[in-house]
T-cell receptor, first 112, second 113 residues
Framework: GENVEQHPSTLSVQEGDSAVIKCTYSDSASNYFPWYKQELGKRPQLIIDIRSNVGEKKDQRIAVTLNKTAKHFSLHITETQPEDSAVYFCAAFDSGTYKYIFGTGTRLKVLA | DSGVTQTPKHLITATGQRVTLRCSPRSGDLSVYWYQQSLDQGLQFLIQYYNGEERAKGNILERFSAQQFPDLHSELNLSSLELGDSALYFC????????????FGPGTRLLVL
């Protein structure tokens, strides 16, 4: 079955700097890769997603890149702000099993 | 607000008891997913229903069961509760079973004493 690894587990950056979180997946049948932001005690909220037929997608300060050959995808946040502080989860949708497999999360801390 | 509702918000119960968590998907969504999130842990996929039928199963214990009703709401039943079952339980919904955006509900926080 699909396995998703996420790194780093914690990340501290200075306000205004960029943050990059990386995920790798194992099953080449996975074809949809969302990223979620979760604040303490709240629901995960989708911030960006990418499908396997696209290499890069951008939405303002957030971008996601996908390398299908290497089976990894990354979240890039530019010009970070304190309100970006949260836990970020990547996920892969396994089209063979209809399951979303989540990474273990990255706790991002943006220091003012 | 994602449009997905979950009740109750909080639940405190004792070991050995049984509880039922309820989820109403967004209007028009046919798929419902259940996840468990223990303290400071990731999201563990439990089970998915699509239009009333079980579609995918994850790491769901035999003590847990779920169903999706004709009106598309879903219930997750947890029985013979143990201390380790204390967690946030999230429901998510999407339009269909294909790779589409999932929208998460606010979660039910279960505390087993």
């Amino acid at each position: 079955g699909e396995n998703v690894e996420q790194h780093p587990s914690t990340l501290s950056v200075q306000e205004g700097d960029s943050a990059v979180i990386k995920c790798t997946y194992s099953d080449s049948a996975s074809n949809y890769f969302p990223w979620y932001k979760q604040e303490l005690g709240k629901r995960p909220q989708l911030i960006i997603d990418i499908r396997s037929n696209v290499g890069e997608k951008k939405d303002q300060r957030i971008a996601v890149t996908l390398n299908k050959t290497a089976k990894h995808f990354s979240l890039h946040i530019t010009e970070t702000q304190p309100e970006d502080s949260a836990v970020y989860f990547c996920a892969a949708f396994d089209s063979g099993t209809y399951k979303y497999i989540f990474g273990t999360g990255t706790r991002l801390k943006v220091l003012a | 607000d994602s449009g997905v509702t979950q009740t109750p918000k909080h639940l405190i119960t004792a070991t050995g008891q049984r509880v039922t968590l309820r989820c109403s998907p967004r209007s028009g969504d046919l798929s419902v997913y259940w996840y468990q999130q223990s303290l400071d842990q990731g999201l563990q996929f439990l089970i998915q229903y699509y239009n009333g039928e079980e579609r995918a199963k994850g790491n769901i214990l035999e003590r847990f069961s779920a169903q999706q009703f004709p009106d598309l709401h879903s219930e997750l039943n947890l029985s013979s509760l143990e201390l380790g079952d204390s967690a946030l339980y999230f429901c998510a919904s999407s339009v269909g079973g294909s790779p589409e955006t999932q929208y998460f509900g606010p979660g039910t926080r279960l505390l087993v004493l």
